[in-house]
Structures are given as structure tokens and as C-alpha cells.
């Protein structure tokens, strides 16, 4: 393949039987010419054809092929037709892009190890708190995420009708999944609940650092236990009706994205009184309890709430990694109360993950609320922070074993002898070729091998087979029985 290629492959646009191209290459590759229109490339082995080809067919709108009847030709031949068929219309060849869609991610070794490393440790806190897995399709009804107008997730999502006229997108986050079984089990369920998630979700967003179209979100639930109240008390103190809260809360998450002043008139424009948006901006301007305390007074439930919540992060150990910050709002309409972001000290990245209460999220749907409060924690961010501070681990390919059958003859021992490590729950790469040592302990060291069992003829024949421990150089004989 020549180097304007390296990056693309040729494929035929669909909608042809394969049987179309077969035909007219056996035909050419049985009749040497040199100027036969089908040419094979014996290093890739891919068909490859000399332009200008026959002429192209219209391309068709379903990948699918549907079955086709035989021609004429076919039937009565007692198989196939061979060189008695004409050729067929050929589409022309195109190049596809070999790089992933704009936003998305491949996942080579490498970075796969990676990734499962992220979400052993997602899992693994998640199982220190008691939490129990749960996983949705990441395809569900579009009316499960389209809410209230005005939030910015609207115009974020990969929505499409299916071919039975259903509208459906790719979920761009967890929760709504979450309320949706949450409803369907419905009684059956026994309070409280504590679920924890790992899932892949989609936005059609701007990217920035540690922001892409699809990212991986650990989410943790707790389900059924009593709501408190902050941003609400605030709100009704400057008499904003109820109704807008949830569009007041989309606006004000927007403070750190736009000017104030646009704030200002976005707030005006859904309704909010002049006095109560300059009180309001004030209010989130507030970065400790105290002043907090002075406005709403030490009568309230937020002020408690909010109390309550730092005395039990002092308890925990967590106080030093937390700050009140009146100004935090997530935009999503759901939230009822308490809401919460981690950042970097240094404030460089997007928040990390981000959460808070949603008591009245499973009414929105048709169900009865239950007091529920959640976080979700992306993969990109974190993995962009821990790059950053060098606290990345190195994840290399770690093989126990490499088998190596050292005559051809004896490459089904070989295999035995594979088979009965992975029985052991051992992790066996077997030389599948008829390699030289040169090559067999290259290719352990590039897998990092622990050990090197060779099958030769006179160790199979006593039902033994040659190691060799690959770190300290140590080579003996063993029994099969005792691998």
C-alpha cells in the first residue's frame, strides 16, 4: 500500500453479492493476462482495481443485501456458474477515513489497560461503600432526556428515528436510565438503594481539554433517603415563584461560560424581578456559611442542612477538600437541593464529577418521587489531572506463560500443554508458527513472560516439558502434572 494510503482502506460500497466479484476474479486469476482489470496485492492480500473500472451503479441507501433469486444462468447448472456468468457492475472504490469520528476515541492495548485500571478503581470504592453494579442500553426513548426547554443537554444529544418511526438517542448521561428502572421495579424494590454504574455517554458538545462527544461516567446512587433544601430557601426569601426554579438554576450554571450582564438578562427574561436578580447575584457571590447564615437567617433548613453536611465531612476526614460555594449550580433541571463539583486545587480543568439531589426527578416520568441524591465522575478529566501530576501507572502487557513447541510435530502437544495451564487459571500465549528461539524470547520479553515452557521430542516422551524462568535465567524439567 503506498504511502497516500497508509491511512485509509478501500472498500466496496455495499448492496452486491459477494458471489458478483467472486465469479469474475476466479475467472481472471485462472487466465493469466496482463491486462486482466482485477489485480491481487500479495503482501495485504486485498483486491485492488486499476481505474478507470466498469461502470459504476447507483449507490444504494441500505447496507443491507437483500436475498436474490438466480439468474437464469444459474438455475439447471448444477452449481455454480462460473465463467458463464457476465461480469457485474462494479461501484466505484472509495477511501474511507480511518480516523475515529471527531470527538470519539479508539481504545488500543495500551489505552484499554488503562481504562480498565480507571474502572477497577471506580468498582473498587464503589464496593467499599456497599454500592451494588447496575448498567442501562445506550440507546433509549429521546422523551426520557428531553425535560424542560432551556437546558443545554437539548441540543446536546444524538437523537434519530429508528425504522419503526421511534424517536431514540444516545443517552448523554445515567440518571434518567437510573429513575427509569428505578419506576419499573417499582415495589419490589426494598429502600434504600445504593447503585453505582460505569457506562459510555454522548454529547454533541464544543471540545475542550478533557471534553469530548463520548466519554465513560462512573455514577453512584443512593435511592430513598430524606432530602434537604438549600437553593430553594434562597429563592423564595426574594419571592421567585417555584415554577422557575429549575430554569433559574440552567441560567445561573452558565456563570462561569458567559458575562454577568448576560446572566443578568437571561434571569430577567425568564421572569426574575430586577431587586431579586441584584440580591440573587450577591447571595452567589458568598463563599462560606457564615455570610450565608447572615442573609437567610439561623432559622431555616438550608443553613442546617448545609451545617449538618460539613460536620459529617469533618467526621469522615473530608472537610480539608471541600468549600461552600453559593455560586455552584448544575445545570440540569432535576436537582432539587444540595448540589456539588469537584475541581483541581489549581482550577486548570472542567469539573471532574458533579452531582446533588433530585427528589422530584421520578414524578417527571410518571412514577412517585423518592428522595434520591447522585453523583456522576467522568473518565476524561481525571485521566487529563493524573497525567498532569505524573501519577499515571505503567501499564504493561503481563503474560504468566509462553509455550513454544520447539518441531512442528509437536504443535498439538503444545496446545495441551496451554490448555492445561488456562486451567489452572494461568494466562498462556502459545507460539502458533514454527518460530526460531530468536524470535520465541524476543516475543516473551515483549509480553513480559514469566516463564518459557518448551515441548521437544524427548521431554514430551516422558510426559515432561523444558522451563525456563525468564528473570532469573533458571532452566529445568517438570512433569505436566506439576505446571
Known amino acids: 500500500m503506498s504511502a497516500a494510503s497508509a491511512s485509509s482502506f478501500l472498500i466496496l460500497q455495499p448492496g452486491l453479492k459477494l458471489n458478483h466479484f467472486l465469479k469474475p476474479l476466479l475467472v481472471s486469476l485462472s487466465q493469466p493476462s496482463s491486462s486482466s482489470s482485477l489485480l491481487v496485492n500479495p503482501a495485504r492480500r486485498f483486491f485492488v482495481t486499476k481505474p478507470p473500472l466498469l461502470p459504476a451503479i447507483s449507490r444504494k441507501h441500505s447496507s443491507i443485501v437483500s436475498a436474490q433469486s438466480p439468474s437464469d444462468n444459474d438455475r439447471g447448472s448444477g452449481g455454480r456458474s462460473g465463467a458463464l456468468a457476465p461480469p457485474p457492475l462494479v461501484e466505484d472504490l472509495q477511501k474511507i477515513d480511518v480516523n475515529p469520528p471527531k470527538g470519539t476515541r479508539d481504545f488500543p492495548p495500551e489505552e484499554m489497560r488503562l481504562r480498565n485500571w480507571l474502572f477497577h478503581n471506580f468498582r473498587e470504592v464503589s464496593r467499599l461503600f456497599g454500592f451494588e453494579e447496575v448498567d442501562f442500553p445506550v440507546l433509549e426513548s429521546e422523551a426520557l432526556f428531553v425535560r424542560k426547554a432551556g437546558e443545554e443537554i437539548r441540543d446536546q444529544l444524538y437523537c434519530f428515528e429508528d ?6 438517542a444516545l443517552r448523554p448521561e445515567l440518571t434518567p436510565s437510573l429513575a427509569r428502572l428505578v419506576i419499573q421495579k417499582g415495589k419490589s424494590l426494598s429502600l434504600p438503594l445504593k447503585w453505582f454504574a460505569v457506562g459510555q455517554c454522548w454529547r454533541y458538545e464544543r471540545m475542550t481539554r478533557g471534553r469530548r462527544r463520548e466519554h465513560y461516567q462512573w455514577n453512584m ?15 423564595m426569601r426574594y419571592s421567585v415563584p417555584e415554577e422557575l426554579f429549575g430554569k433559574v438554576c440552567i441560567i445561573i450554571d452558565k456563570i462561569e461560560k458567559i458575562p454577568v450582564d448576560d446572566i443578568k438578562k437571561e434571569l430577567k427574561s425568564a421572569g426574575v424581578s430586577a431587586e431579586a436578580i441584584e440580591q440573587l447575584m450577591q447571595v452567589l457571590s458568598i463563599k462560606s456559611l457564615t455570610e450565608l447564615e447572615e442573609i437567610l437567617g439561623g432559622t431555616g433548613n438550608a443553613v442546617a442542612d448545609l451545617k449538618q453536611l460539613f460536620s459529617l465531612a469533618d467526621k469522615f476526614g473530608y472537610s480539608e477538600w471541600i468549600q461552600f460555594d453559593a455560586s455552584i449550580v ?3 433541571a432535576y436537582y432539587t ?25 421520578l414524578s417527571t416520568f410518571g412514577g412517585d418521587d423518592i428522595p434520591a441524591c447522585g453523583f456522576g465522575f467522568g473518565d476524561a478529566v481525571i485521566v487529563e489531572l493524573l497525567k498532569e501530576k505524573g501519577l499515571l501507572p505503567e501499564l504493561s502487557l503481563q503474560v504468566e506463560n509462553i509455550v513454544c513447541a520447539l518441531d512442528p510435530d509437536l504443535q498439538g502437544a503444545a496446545a495441551t500443554v496451554a490448555t492445561i495451564l488456562r486451567g489452572k487459571g494461568q494466562s498462556v500465549d502459545l507460539v502458533l508458527e514454527n518460530k526460531p528461539l530468536k524470535w520465541v524470547f524476543k516475543r516473551a520479553a515483549r ?11 524427548s521431554e514430551w516422551q516422558k510426559g515432561m516439558v523444558g522451563v525456563k524462568i525468564l528473570s532469573s535465567g533458571e532452566q529445568h524439567e517438570i512433569k ?4
Open 221 to 235: 446512587d443512593i435511592i430513598g433517603v430524606p432530602e434537604v433544601t438549600v437553593l430553594q430557601e434562597v429563592l
Open 163 to 168: 425504522r419503526g418511526n421511534r424517536r431514540v
Open 337 to 361: 437541593g444540595i448540589v456539588f463539583e469537584g475541581f483541581d486545587r489549581e482550577g486548570k480543568l472542567r469539573a471532574i464529577c458533579g452531582g446533588g439531589r433530585y427528589d422530584r426527578l
Open 480 to 483: 505436566l502434572e506439576q505446571l
Open 330 to 332: 448544575r445545570g440540569l
Open 447 to 457: 509480553i513480559n513472560a514469566n516463564r518459557l515452557i518448551l515441548v521437544g521430542i
